[in-house]
């Protein structure tokens, strides 16, 4: 793929939608002097191997990982062989795509690599809150951050950084650059062993917009790792846009228009690109909110009442709506969701639920999730939720924040294991971080309480959540001063506190 380096001086803001869940788009045109800029996106101490010969850093010889079988063919962990002693391989059944664990020799449990020797030191432990880590600079728009084990993405001020996180307990995992991208992202998201990201538009229709994407190595020692790059005609204008994970490694480009025009993205995407956004027919006050497979979920909170709807096929030239389901077990619920959505297709809504106190007036009464679709080939199924938090101590306002400014404080972790963050009950400058399991419905249980973890963190400051291999990850913009940066909290729901 060529890489562009316009250098048009137009810069547009795109404002967000608050109904949805994902971040809308600022205007950024491209710029050469960060394509191929390795050092942009490796920030602190940890920035990334010596890049010696220009090539990305994609495994084979050098590490022992070899090139085949096809990420697609993967059907069991035998598929996934590797001779070098640090690594075990094993099948990502929801992605079909080989991951390779770092001296991981039992569950809960790492140790550091000699990439000389190829050997593993000894195993330490670790602990439901496995660790955090500084990013060295702040999350630059919500929602965006994507894993893809090994790697988590993290967009930054001056690009994207990727963290080598194979070993949940490191406290400072080093970092590849990514390379070959030309603009700084305003969204971004994981589908398969893809990231796909947004950049701006700019034009009256049709419009140039930056689109990017990245197929995160297995390789867990690569060096770098290169984007491809485009700016692309698109039929609307410049305007607001939302992007989702779609199946297939591909995503859903959804405009903040009318009927929401939207158009799928499929790699390769090569110059010269031209996308064509087609209308929905949404029910009405409906909004797009995640999406399960090729089907975008669309959801509604009218009189305290939350309804969904699927749009199959959507992007494609005949997208079609189906029925309307009502959540009549959550009762009176917040305008304030969050939704997350597996690899696989799985959805996972978390809303506040009201309590009405007659002349007092209505309050949150809990935070309650839902496994609101089992899979990409499942239905809507919103009768059996679970309270997450309770709101037993100093009262919670109506529609309050409880899951952050962002909304993003959810990510699945596979189709039947979500983690949440909400803010905690005991006190609303701290956040709770827990997991709930679908079958059966329960919230992993420490003895006879839940598996909870309390940080001292406000949950306004929670930008993004993601999760891979098991592993949870949640980013916060909780370091001010003169250097502000985002921490990552990293959890492992197995683990014991």
Not at 283 to 296: D, E, H, I, M
Not at 435 to 463: N, W
Request: hydrophobic letters at 40%; one cysteine or more; charged letters at 15%.
């Amino acid at each position: 793929m060529s890489r562009l380096t316009p250098r048009s001086g137009i810069a547009l803001c795109l404002a967000a939608l608050a109904v949805v869940a994902a971040g809308a788009s600022c205007s950024l045109d491209l710029d050469e002097s960060l394509i191929d800029k390795a050092k942009d996106a490796g920030l602190g101490p940890n920035d990334g191997a010596a890049d010696n010969d220009g090539a990305p850093g994609d495994g084979g010889i050098d590490t022992g990982i070899p090139v085949g079988p096809d990420a697609s063919a993967c059907a069991k962990d035998d598929d996934c062989k590797t001779n070098h002693g640090c690594l075990k391989g094993k099948c990502d059944l929801s992605r079909k795509a080989c991951a390779y664990d770092v001296c991981r020799p039992a569950a809960c449990s790492a140790s550091a690599c000699d990439q000389t020797k190829r050997t593993c030191g000894t195993a330490a432990p670790f602990s439901y809150k496995a660790s955090q880590f500084t990013v060295g600079a702040q999350l630059s728009c919500g929602k965006c951050a994507a894993a893809v084990h090994p790697w988590l993405f993290v967009v930054t001020p001056t690009g994207v950084v990727a963290f080598n996180v194979s070993n949940p307990s490191n406290p400072s995992p080093p970092q590849a650059p990514v390379v070959g991208l030309g603009f700084i992202p305003s969204a971004l998201v994981q589908s398969g062993s893809r990231v796909w990201m947004l950049g701006g538009a700019s034009g009256a229709g049709p419009s140039r917009i930056q689109l990017a994407y990245v197929d995160a190595p297995a390789d867990p020692f690569a060096t770098k790792i290169t984007a491809q790059t485009v700016l692309a005609s698109y039929s609307r204008p410049a305007e607001g846009t939302w992007l989702f994970p779609r199946g297939g490694d591909s995503a859903l480009l959804v405009s903040q228009a009318a009927q929401y025009p939207a158009t799928p993205l499929e790699a390769p995407l090569g110059e010269p690109a031209s996308i064509t956004a087609t209308a929905l027919l949404p029910p009405q006050n409906f909004g797009p909110s995640a999406t399960s497979g090729k089907r975008l979920l669309l959801s509604a909170v009218v009189a305290e009442a939350a309804s969904f709807a699927f749009i199959d096929n959507a992007g494609s030239a005949n997208p079609v709506t189906g029925p309307t389901v009502n959540a009549t077990d959550a009762g009176a619920v917040s305008v304030h969701r969050t939704f997350a959505q597996s690899p696989d297709g799985a959805i996972f809504w978390a809303t506040g639920v009201h309590q009405n106190l007659g002349p007092a007036g209505v309050i949150t009464r809990a935070a309650r999730g839902y496994f609101l679709v089992p899979g990409e080939a499942g239905a809507i199924t919103a009768s059996a939720g679970i309270d997450l938090e309770v709101y037993n101590g100093p009262a919670v306002g109506a529609n309050a924040a409880i899951f952050g400014g962002n909304q993003a404080s959810a990510a699945m972790l596979d189709a039947k294991t979500a983690m949440i963050a909400t803010q905690a009950h005991e006190n609303d400058q701290q956040t709770a971080v827990q997991f709930v399991r679908r079958d059966p419905l329960a919230l992993v249980k420490e003895g006879e309480g839940p598996r909870r973890q309390l940080l001292p963190v406000p949950i306004g400051a929670f930008g993004a959540a993601a999760a891979s291999n098991g592993v949870g990850y949640l980013v916060a913009n909780d370091q001010g001063g003169p250097t502000p940066s985002a921490t990552v909290y990293v959890f492992d729901p197995g683990c014991s506190l």
